[in-house]
């Protein structure tokens, strides 16, 4: 049976952390900010106000300074520098031709905004494999909650006429797998983004890829 697979993008196929590590260097150095403590950042970052980034200040301005990091990334994302393009986990492209032609229907839930996202489909060359697209500003357009709700990618799977039976989410975080699994479907977590495996298993992960890129396709079968 032929599934519908939506990707998170940063840390499931884009390997994206060391540019935003770069961008959270210099945004510190910019506001005369001590350089925070990233490993907190890479597992806290979905829920802010429960983690102390190390940063000196409290958890409203700590969540505004992330805030800020991001749109600092993004910006580089669309600045044209390819210093500050991340690349694509290697076997990327691999599998997703493996899926498109083996009849999978693919789609992207993801954080980052529309520009920052459709630089980097047009950079790689990536726009014919997916049907459907949901990024951060689909949540103020279409009134949709953001991860770990289901909003998006159950509005992804109305687009496509697909049933919770046969959609897959795929990600690196514990809000890609509890939004998959409040959307009703099975989620995949991969190991070389953001969360460890255990985090990922007690989000409730059905399966957990810490191998290669490649490997997504026995995990779906």
Request: aromatic share 6%.
């Amino acid at each position: 049976m032929t599934k519908l697979v939506v990707f998170d993008i940063d840390g499931t196929i884009l390997d994206s952390f060391a540019v935003f590590e770069r961008a959270v260097a210099q945004y510190s150095r910019d506001n005369n900010l001590p350089m925070p403590c990233m490993d907190t950042i890479k597992l806290g970052y979905g829920e802010p106000h429960a983690h102390d980034f190390k940063w000196g200040v409290d958890r409203d301005t700590q969540l505004r300074h992330l805030y800020g990091t991001f749109k600092l990334a993004d910006i580089w994302a669309t600045s044209g520098d390819m210093a500050h393009m991340p690349p694509l986990y290697d076997g990327t492209l691999d599998l997703l031709t493996a899926l498109k032609d083996g009849g999978h229907q693919l789609a992207i839930v993801t954080s980052k905004p529309s520009g920052p996202l459709a630089h980097m489909l047009d950079h790689y060359r990536l726009n014919n494999y997916f049907s459907a697209i949901r990024t951060s500003c689909d949540i103020r357009a279409r009134g949709e909650a953001e991860k770990p709700a289901p909003d998006q990618l159950a509005s992804v799977m109305r687009e496509l006429k697909r049933g919770a039976d046969e959609s897959v989410m795929i990600g690196d975080t514990v809000m890609d797998i509890k939004m998959g699994r409040a959307a009703g479907a099975c989620a995949i977590g991969v190991t070389w983004g953001a969360h460890p495996r255990e985090h990922l298993e007690a989000a409730g992960a059905h399966r957990i890829v810490d191998t290669r890129v490649t490997d997504i396709i026995h995990a779906l079968e």
